[in-house]
């Protein structure tokens, strides 16, 4: 019986260090070869790190929360048959496919820096899979001394120990029969055996139990620091403007009932990355990033909109890339495929990285103003509110109409004011009068 060292993993770019964010296995477990025992993040991408045999978990070398430096131990695997003398390895896991590329800019834009928000990514080296934030583990193998264990992923685990919830309780519908955070809801909805209690017990436990303290780890983290880093480093200064988007909504409806099967329904965002696409051509600041530490302003040709979306983990941007290629139905589609990749968590780090001005809505709760945070290094936010029916004068009469408020936050380094309103008006110009937005600007 010998023991191996696995060490934390080289993910690439340079990178020196990691945070560990989930083990998926307890000192004294029997893991197959290519299961995952711990998950650590970059500020790119939460990498998933499997065991490189069968063996025994021996030791887990660091807590939730640590930032671990690229080649410390990470676990020790005890592995039957090899020499007692300790080895060390950095881990290994089955190739997977490098991200799907985009489109390159023109051969004349700058290149695009890298940020703690959104970096251009490399693809990583093969041995290693990854999968971007919120991350759905690969089901463990299962292995004869644990054919017990629920297919599930560490944060799923994480989350099923949190409300005092036995996993294998809870019947999977994935793949292999896997237990998906669907499931749980549904279990914990339908008051399982071992789910949350009723609200009255849940009341009074409130009340006598102390407070519970949860790390500040993973997605969240990364998202407090970037949230610190943007409002403490950009003065926002926020425009709010409505829009008259009755004209609007009825080509989109006319448009949804006039679409073919295989086509996708419209929502507001097609339009709306159209009027950016088309009017950054009048406002090429819009479409930037300031370097910080070069201390210039980097505008681009392309136009990568980011499109910030809510997940179980929290608030990620996957990136519509040169939007201004795409027509409605394109668009519409790219956004559907983006949404479901990055809400499943197998979004690669090149659907969440790259763009270079970002739309923010809260949907159909999405309030009358909000204050959105800019997603630095970029320059603009572009923010959606619900839209509602209103009573507007027109021609000596009061008529309903269909009013949405455009809330958008500016760098005030770099935009001033005036600017700002140019753009925000330019935008509300052709969202009012539609038939604009197919118009060559040229």
Known sequence: MGTRIIKVPDVGEGIAEVELVAWAVEVGQPVRRNEVVAEVMTDKATVEVPAPSDGVVESLDGNVGDVLLVGSELFHLSIEGESPDSETDTGSAPASPPPPAHRDSSPTEPQQPAAPSQNQPATPPPEFQQATPPVTAAAPIANNNDLARPK???????????????????PGTGPAGRVTHEDLDLFIGSGGQHAQPSTGQHSQIRRSAAPVDKPLVGIRRKIAQRMVEAVTTIPHITYVEEVDVTALEDLRATLNERRSEEQPRLTLLPFLIRAITNEVVNHPKMNAHVDDDAGVIRTFHGVHVGVATQTDNGLVVPVLHHAEAETLWSSADRLRALADLTRSGKASSADLSGSTITISSLGAIG??????????????????????????????????????????????????GWDAAQFIQALRVQLEQPALLFVDQA
Do not use: Y
């Open 152 to 170: 599930a992923s560490p944060a799923l685990r994480r989350r099923a120990r949190e409300a005092g919830i036995e996993l294998k309780r809870v």
């Open 367 to 416: 309030g009358i103003v909000t204050t959105p945070v800019i997603n630095k290094p970029e320059v603009a936010i572009v923010g959606v509110n619900k839209i509602v029916v209103k009573p507007v004068f027109i021609d000596g009469e009061f008529v309903p109409r269909k009013i949405m408020n455009l809330s958008s936050s500016f760098d005030h380094r770099v935009i001033d």
